[in-house]
C-alpha cells in the first residue's frame, strides 16, 4: 500500500517512496506499455521531475480516490467540473490533476454547506466510475518557471519577454484595447472586463492570471509600477476600485479582467505538455474548463 | 465636542447624545435651514430613526474627517470614489454616506498595501476639502426591511413580491434569458453574467446583491432551493462552479451576476429617500457609482 499524499508523510520517508518509485522507473529501466502505475507513483514522478520540495502545508491533496490506484490515464484540467470529469470516463482516464478545487472552497472542505446536494451527486459520479481528482496548485506554481503564468506568455506569444520568477513583462507597446483584444484572441475568450483609458499605452504588464486576492494585486501595482494589470479574477470592492480611482486621479493603470478559469488554463495545457514525455505508457490529454459564463 | 462614531463609545453614553442630539430635533421644535446639524447628529438621527441597535463590532465607522464637523449637505453613494468625491465638492457636500469601502479593503485599513500612493492621493483630496465619509453597511443591511434588498426589489418592480426578512421572492414566471435583460432595464446595468439554461422558467428568485461570500450564496441554493440566484459579485472557483455543476448535473438552477456597485446601488438610491424627509435642512443627494468596468 502506498500512503495517502499528503503532508503526514515526512520527508525522509517521501524520499525514499521516491526511489522505490518514480526515480526507479527511468533508472531502472522501465518501459512504457507494460507497467501500471499508482497515483502515487504519478504524483512522485511530477514533484521529483519537477524538481519541487515537499510545501508542508499545501492544498494539493488528493481530493477523491486513493493513491494506490492503478492510473489507466491521465486527464489535466483547471476545474475538475461534471463535463471534465464525463470527459475522462469518455477516455477511460481514471487520474485528473486539476488546479483548482472539486467541491466549490479552497480547502475541499465537503462540509463547507451543510448537505450539498450537488456535491452528492458529484461525488457519486467520482466514486462510481473511481476517478481520483488531485489538486495540483501550489506545486504548479512552484514549478521553475510557474507553469501558468508561463503558459499564459507562451499562448500569448510572449515567451521571448517571459523571465522565469518575474511578475512583470515588458512587451512592444500595444494600446489597452488592443492588448485586450489580443488575449481574447490568444487564449480564446469571448469576453473580458477592463477598467483604464483603452487608448493608453501598455508595454510593462504585470501578469497574475488567477485569483492572487487583492492585496497581492494592488501591492504588485503600487511596486511593479506597471501599465496594465492582468488578473483572472478580483474582489472588485479591492483591486476594481483601486484602479478605478487610480485612473481617475490621472494615473495612468489599465485592468484587465479574463475570468478565472480561461486566465490559468494555458498553465495547465502547458504542464500536460510537460508530463506527456516524462509518462511515455500513460496517456495524458488536456481537457479545458472553459468559461462557466455566458454573458448577456 | 462629539465622540467619534465608533465602538469605544459605551451604550449608555450613545442613548444619552441621542437624546441630547437627533431625538431631540423632533421633539424640541428644530427647525430646519438654521442649524447646521454635526456628523455625529446625522449617524446617532439615522440610528434612532431606523430603530438601529447598536452593533458592537461592525465596519460602519467613519473612515475620514470628525464626527463634529457641521454638515454642509450629505451623499449618498455606494463606493466613495474619486468621481463621487469630486461630486461631493461640487455639491457643496461635507458627508459622504458610502455603502462599501473608502481604501479598497473590507476594514479600511490604510496600511494593507505599503505606500499605496492612489490612497495618498486620494486621502490628500479627503482632507483639502475637509470630506467626511461614513460607511453605512452594517446598519443598512439592518434596517427594516434591509435597504438594499427592499431598494433592488422596488427598482426592478417587485416590491408586491418582496417579504421583509425573507432571502427569496416569488415572481410571475419568466425565462432566465429574459430575466437577465429584465434587470439590465430597470437596475439599468450594461452587461451581465449568466449560468444556466437560457430558457428555463424562473419564478423563485434568491436576491443576494453585493458579494455575501460563496459559502452563504451556495447555502442559499441549497436551503432557499430558488430558480436563480442574482448575485453582485462571486468568488468564480466557489459559487460559479458550483452552479455551473449543478446545471451539468440536470439540475435547473440559474445564477446571475449584475456586477457589484450596480447591484446594491438602488439600496443607497432608497436609503437617500428614506434619509431626506427625517432632515429637512440638509440637502440629500444620491450619486450612483456606476460599473466600474468596461466590458470588450
Chains 1, 2 share one sequence.
Not at 512504457?32 to 519537477?50: C, I, R
Request: glycine share 8%.
Amino acid at each position: 500500500m502506498y500512503p495517502e499524499f499528503n503532508h503526514s508523510i515526512p520527508r525522509r520517508k517521501f524520499i525514499g517512496d521516491l526511489s522505490k518509485t518514480a526515480a526507479g522507473l527511468a533508472v531502472l529501466g522501465w518501459q512504457p506499455g507494460h507497467l501500471s502505475l499508482t497515483v502515487q507513483q504519478v504524483m512522485d514522478l511530477v514533484l521529483k521531475e519537477g524538481n519541487l520540495s515537499r510545501i508542508a502545508d499545501t492544498v494539493d491533496t488528493l481530493k477523491t480516490g486513493h493513491a494506490a490506484q492503478p492510473v489507466t490515464g491521465i486527464i489535466t484540467t483547471m476545474f475538475p467540473t461534471i463535463n471534465v470529469i464525463q470527459e475522462a470516463i469518455k477516455h477511460k482516464a481514471n487520474f485528473i490533476i486539476a488546479h483548482e478545487p472539486a467541491f466549490y472552497n479552497h480547502k475541499d472542505d465537503k462540509g463547507w454547506v451543510k448537505d450539498n446536494g450537488v456535491l452528492r451527486q458529484k461525488l457519486a459520479m467520482i466514486d462510481k466510475h473511481q476517478i481520483v481528482i488531485w489538486r495540483f496548485h501550489d506545486y504548479c506554481h512552484a514549478l521553475q518557471p510557474d507553469a501558468v503564468s508561463y503558459g499564459v506568455a507562451r499562448k500569448a506569444g510572449w515567451e521571448r519577454y517571459y523571465k522565469t520568477g518575474q511578475l512583470s513583462l515588458t512587451i512592444p507597446a500595444i494600446s489597452l484595447k488592443q492588448l485586450a483584444q489580443h488575449l481574447k484572441t490568444s487564449l480564446g475568450i469571448s469576453q473580458v472586463r477592463v477598467i483604464g483609458d483603452l487608448a493608453q499605452s501598455c508595454t510593462r504588464i504585470a501578469l497574475m492570471p488567477g485569483a492572487w486576492g487583492g492585496q497581492r494585486q494592488v501591492n504588485a501595482v503600487e511596486t511593479e509600477k506597471p501599465d496594465v494589470l492582468i488578473v483572472g479574477e478580483l474582489s472588485e470592492w479591492e483591486t476594481a476600485e483601486y484602479i478605478r480611482d487610480a485612473n481617475l486621479l490621472g494615473q495612468k493603470k489599465g485592468l484587465i479582467v479574463l475570468g478565472h478559469s480561461v486566465s490559468e488554463e494555458p498553465g495547465m495545457e502547458y504542464f500536460a505538455e510537460w508530463l506527456r514525455p516524462k509518462l511515455p505508457g500513460i496517456k495524458v490529454t488536456h481537457v479545458s474548463s472553459n468559461d462557466p459564463f455566458t454573458w448577456l
